[in-house]
Nanobody, 121 residues
Framework: QVQLQESGPGLVKPSQTLSLTCTVS??????????WSWIRQPPGKGLEWMGA???????YYSPSLKSRTSISRDTSKNQFTLQLSSVTPEDTAVYYC?????????????WGQGTQVTVSS
């Protein structure tokens, strides 16, 4: 059973960089054809796919967030990380990490429980 767990600060100040880590257990982030995504849900809104990193290390980003988003990985720790720069209160959301065995934007496999991030001074 694959498990994903998000971790990171729950409060970030405006203009700073939000950094979250997803730790994967029960499976490897280098398993062929797997994609590891970040998704968020602002209060009262729907889910928004932010980007993904592939088993190969290739990255994929939402066009609307591409200029501020970076996803990387540490294969030795079986973790992947989200960095979102120049945050504003509109970036307040529950952030999830998730996996897909088919497409980078699908997140149709396993999900973490989510972590609340609030952007406020």
């Amino acid at each position: 059973q694959v498990q994903l767990q998000e971790s990171g600060p729950g409060l970030v100040k405006p203009s700073q960089t939000l950094s979250l880590t997803c730790t994967v257990s029960g499976g490897s982030i280098t398993t062929n054809y797997y994609y590891w995504s970040w998704i968020r849900q602002p209060p009262g809104k729907g889910l928004e796919w932010m980007g993904a990193i592939a088993y190969s290390g290739s990255t994929y980003y939402s066009p609307s967030l591409k200029s501020r988003t970076s996803i990387s990985r540490d294969t030795s720790k079986n973790q992947f990380t989200l960095q979102l720069s120049s945050v504003t209160p509109e970036d307040t959301a529950v952030y999830y990490c998730a996996s897909s065995a088919s497409r980078p934007w699908l997140a149709d496999d396993y999900w973490g429980q989510g972590t609340q991030v609030t952007v406020s001074s």
